[in-house]
């Protein structure tokens, strides 16, 4: 399928903060993205680690964990990069199938389920294809946020559940001020060594494009899912939206 998207929005939530109105937008963030992750695809899950200091692995236990869905269910990983979700699922005996927008990150992706390369904002799954979805790190990076949650209604079957994992920046001063060193000097430095790319200076200035938590639940809400939850992990560096898909547009 083509991976183009022309979204015109200002911002994955809406206007987009004051911090992020340097940062790239609709169809120019797309390429931008795109080319970031085909550049740093062959370290990713390398580098992944280290800056997180393996807590990804928990991050992503639980947000499998979330969906409470039964064996043999089908799970849509949104954004799937190099498969580390796709290879969660599976573990826990789910049914993978993952979608992104970059060839580099597709091309050093291992998964026991499809992949296809394309754009999840305008995916080309039928309607209520799957069971459940699930996105690791993907909400900063996609242009528009109210589309990918219509999307996400619309293939994830009624009762269905999702479960989407993000970074988020701790509420408490210290942790914060700890968290803005490491992400602001250590993760460009480390990204930089192994990646031999400045790609990693996006990470810090990318929790810019990210609304805040209210205002994603209203857009989930809005989308078409109920019982919206929103689980802060870690101590607040990375975060959880876990929903259902609602039976009918409007009710629960
Ligand atoms: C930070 S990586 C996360 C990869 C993987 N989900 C993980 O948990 O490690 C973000 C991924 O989002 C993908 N991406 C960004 N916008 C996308 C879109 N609209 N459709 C599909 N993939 C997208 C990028 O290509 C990249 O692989």
């Given amino acids: 399928m083509s991976s183009s998207a022309t979204t015109t929005e200002p911002g994955p939530g809406g206007a987009l903060p004051a911090a992020a109105k340097q940062l790239p937008t609709g169809p120019e963030k797309v390429k931008a993205v795109r080319q970031m992750f085909d550049a740093i695809a062959g370290r990713y899950e390398l580098v992944n680690g280290i800056v997180s200091l393996g807590m990804d692995r928990g991050w992503r236990h639980r947000c499998v964990d979330a969906l409470e869905l039964p064996v043999g269910s089908v799970v849509l990983d949104v954004a799937c990069g190099t498969g580390d979700l796709c290879r969660e699922l599976d573990r826990r ?4 199938v993952g979608v992104d927008l970059s060839n580099g990150m597709l091309a050093h ?7 296809v390369h394309g754009d999840a ?3 080309p799954f039928r309607a209520a294809a799957f069971d459940g979805a699930v996105s690791g790190f993907a909400l900063r990076n996609v242009t528009d ?4 949650f219509v999307e996400l209604a619309r293939v994830t079957r009624p ?5 989407l994992l993000d970074l988020a920046e701790p509420e408490a001063q210290f942790l914060r001020l700890g968290h803005r060193l490491w992400t602001n000097y250590a993760v460009p430095l480390v990204g930089s060594a192994l990646s031999g790319s400045a790609a990693y200076r996006y990470l810090p200035r990318s929790f810019a494009y990210l609304p805040p938590a209210s205002r994603v639940v209203e857009l989930l809400e809005q989308a078409g899912f109920a019982a919206v939850e929103h ?5 607040g560096i990375s975060q959880l939206y876990i929903a259902t898909r609602k039976h009918e547009a409007g009710t629960q």
């Fill in 93 to 96: 005996l789910l049914r993978p």
């Fill in 121 to 123: 904002l305008f995916s």
């Fill in 109 to 115: 992706a291992r998964s026991p389920g499809p992949l």
């Fill in 159 to 163: 009762g269905g559940r999702i479960s």
């Fill in 231 to 235: 689980e802060l992990l870690s101590g």
């Fill in 145 to 148: 946020l109210d589309i990918l």
